[in-house]
């Protein structure tokens, strides 16, 4: 696997890149069974961060933008890293003289919907699956004449301002997490569901200023061990692609994992058959192609197997 330790997001800018995994401890194991002794090199860079990672759970918060220092710019970015399992709002910010911030996750995708008070809002968006539980950052940015939007340090998108403006005025409260109701923002999520480590806009640390009594450790759920008996299932209502199961079955035929779509039409079934082997078979259409794993490969043992699934499009998979 290859760390990127820093990026270059402009011509003129360098900066350590975010760790999308934020740990108190590593641990570190071999991926290849050797009995070559291998001493891998390690080069970690770690600091304090003074802004603890916060819960949200339908409690936003606002932002003074004249005490917390926020102006208006030509250039402007936003940072967040996010975990959440939900569709929800990051950041809002309305002015009085149109001037639009908004950035919220929708069915996985990161949406940031902006006007820099030219009355012609404009919609950047990218990612996919970024629902699923795991940190995720959003980078987006904005140079006069240019935006563009980052998602885990890959460029998603990139746009033009509409109308003649390019300069952003921000209302004088940024709502974080949430925003007030009314009438007029349709299509705009209401609330925030999940974990917030960093928020940034134009280096001012919005997360510092979330009231002390609203600080919550994040508190997202874990995935739970469980015994399917035999004749038994559990239908899980919603999954992300690419996800992976680790999983140990005994040694009979019997169906491992069934994925159907929103019509409960199936598009693919990953089963034991009685030689031990997994098939993998695909509904593609009215079509159906089959086939079988390695024959040294055999998930029916004491240990743990895994399987990782990605979607490539609506009737191609990939697996490991």
């Not at 916060?54 to 917390?68: E, G, H, L, P, Q």
């Not at 996010?82 to 639009?100: K, P, V």
């Not at 940031?112 to 995720?136: K, M, R, Y």
Request: proline fraction near 5%.
């Amino acid at each position: 696997m290859l760390q990127i330790l820093y990026s270059s997001l402009s011509a003129s800018t360098y900066e350590w890149q975010t760790l999308d995994v934020l740990a108190k401890r590593i641990h570190i194991v071999p991926v290849y069974n050797s009995s070559v002794e291998i001493t891998p090199t390690v080069m970690i860079t770690a600091c304090k961060y003074s802004t603890a990672i916060s819960y949200f759970n339908d409690n936003m918060y606002t932002v003074d933008t004249r005490k917390a220092g926020i102006v208006s710019m030509y250039e402007n970015q936003l940072t967040v890293m996010f975990r959440t399992f939900e569709n929800g709002i990051f950041i809002f910010s309305m002015a009085d003289q149109g001037d639009l911030l908004i950035a919220q996750i929708v069915l996985g995708k990161v949406h940031v919907i902006f006007d820099f008070g030219s009355l012609t809002q404009t919609t950047i968006s990218g990612g996919t699956a970024l629902n699923d539980g795991e940190w995720h950052e959003m980078r987006w940015i904005h140079q006069f004449d240019s935006v563009q939007l980052y998602i885990d340090s890959v460029i998603m998108n990139t746009t033009a301002p509409s109308g003649l403006y390019r300069k952003l005025d921000f209302d004088s409260k940024i709502h974080v997490g949430g925003r007030p109701p009314d009438d007029m923002s349709t299509g705009i999520e209401t609330s925030y569901h999940g974990c917030l480590a960093r928020v940034m806009l134009n280096n001012i640390d919005l997360l510092a200023e979330i009231p002390r009594q609203q600080r919550r450790d994040c508190q997202m759920p874990r995935p739970q061990l469980m015994t399917i008996l035999p004749g038994g299932s559990v239908n899980i209502p919603f999954s992300f692609l690419p996800f992976s199961i680790e999983f140990r079955v005994l040694p009979q035929p019997s169906v491992i994992l069934l994925l159907t779509d929103p019509k409960n039409a199936s598009l693919l079934q990953i089963a034991l058959n009685s030689d031990g082997l997994l098939v993998l078979k695909l509904f593609a259409d009215t079509s159906e192609v089959e086939q079988l794993s390695h024959p040294g490969s055999s998930p029916a043992s004491v240990f743990l197997s895994k399987i990782f699934v990605r979607s490539y499009s609506s009737n191609s998979f990939f697996l490991l």
